[in-house]
């Protein structure tokens, strides 16, 4: 069997690139490469991942081309915040081959066609596009701009916020790519949205929540305010709370289900720290005077009337007038 050169067994290469190296034609056709584009081969045996997908478009694609829309959200992977040394809580599962890349290239350019690829025309500044490992990518501001062709304004919001929380100066500068909008689709929209970001989540479904409250026509809840004792001492810090009227909710993800061992915990090799905050939270804001009220992925999505409803409910309790 013929020997790979090293050099081709670390990306994507070109049919040309190959044949300088030595390897023939009838080598080149065989079932040990595959052809993700015209004149473009990677070895099979190589794991395939979405930047390997798009080093390999670029062997093929114009210089002035730009890798963008979904394609962009995930290598830039610009709903991760990377705040502090905890884990990303905003997270982005990598699409898988089936799903297209997405390519701008200027407007007086041919539209990248093919199976694979979904090609916009579109004018990019250079403050529009980004250097990353060799790629060119959108920036975080021109995708989020790109996005409202095809996005809910939910989703809008959601990055957003996302990007709010991943750079200091996100609201300025979404606020800024919005004022080069003028015109173009999606203004109204990306106004909208924009309009209904804030600064502090921590996940998409905190967003989501939050925007099934406001649309009922609850006050608007503040994000992520540490509660205290009379002395300063730190209870909790809820998702969303009310504070003129000491009413919280939290989102729990799947995360909040997950439990160590006895044997580990007794070993202590494991804490159960996530499990025993969940079970104390609520008892100690109710020392306070809070109430608190814990939903799910199952509230958001098959039950948003029963949610809120159940926080109209907490709210007047509390003497809200809702």
């Given at each position: 069997m013929k020997q790979i050169p090293n050099d081709l067994t670390i990306g994507p290469f070109t049919l040309d690139r190959a044949a300088d190296l030595?390897?023939?034609?009838?080598?080149?056709?065989?079932?040990?490469?595959?052809?993700?584009?015209?004149?473009?081969?990677?070895?099979?045996?190589?794991?395939?991942?979405?930047v390997d997908r798009c080093r390999a478009a670029a062997l093929v694609l114009p210089?002035?081309?730009?890798?963008?829309h979904d394609t962009a959200l995930h290598l830039g992977g610009w709903l991760t915040p990377n705040v502090g040394d905890g884990p990303a809580r905003y997270s982005t599962r990598e699409p898988n081959a089936s799903?297209?890349?997405?390519?701008?290239?200027?407007?007086?350019?041919?539209r990248p066609q093919g199976r694979g690829v979904v090609g916009h025309r579109s004018d990019l500044s250079p403050d529009d596009i980004?250097?990353?490992?060799?790629?060119?990518?959108?920036?975080?501001w021109r995708t989020w701009c790109d996005l409202a062709d095809g996005a809910s304004e939910v989703d809008l919001v959601i990055?957003?916020?996302?990007?709010?929380?991943?750079?200091?100066?996100?609201?300025?500068?979404?606020?800024?790519?919005?004022?080069t909008w003028s015109g173009r689709r999606g203004l109204r929209s990306l106004r909208r949205a924009l309009s209904r970001s804030r600064d502090g989540v921590d996940s998409p479904m905190e967003t989501r929540l939050r925007l099934i409250f406001e649309d009922a026509g609850l006050p608007e809840p503040v994000v992520n305010r540490w509660v205290t004792r009379d002395h300063g001492d730190p209870i909790h810090c809820p998702d969303l709370s009310w504070p003129a009227w000491r009413v919280a909710a939290d989102y729990d993800g799947g995360h909040h289900a997950d439990c160590d061992s006895e044997n580990d915990v007794r070993g202590r090799r494991a804490s159960d720290w996530r499990q025993r905050q969940d079970i104390s939270r609520r008892d100690?804001?109710?020392?306070?005077?809070?109430?608190?009220?814990?939903?799910?992925?199952f509230d958001v999505f098959r039950a948003p009337e029963r949610t809120v409803e159940r926080m109209r409910l907490a709210l007047r309790m509390a003497g809200a007038d809702v």
């Open positions: 030595g390897l023939s034609a009838r080598v080149l056709e065989g079932d040990r490469f595959r052809r993700p584009w015209p004149g473009v081969r990677t070895l099979r045996e190589v794991p395939e991942s979405l210089e002035s081309a730009a890798f963008s799903v297209p890349i997405h390519v701008t290239v200027p407007r007086l350019h041919v980004l250097d990353m490992n060799g790629l060119r990518v959108t920036s975080p990055l957003a916020d996302a990007l709010r929380k991943r750079f200091g100066n996100g609201a300025y500068r979404l606020e800024t790519h919005l004022g100690l804001l109710e020392e306070v005077g809070w109430i608190l009220r814990v939903f799910t992925s």
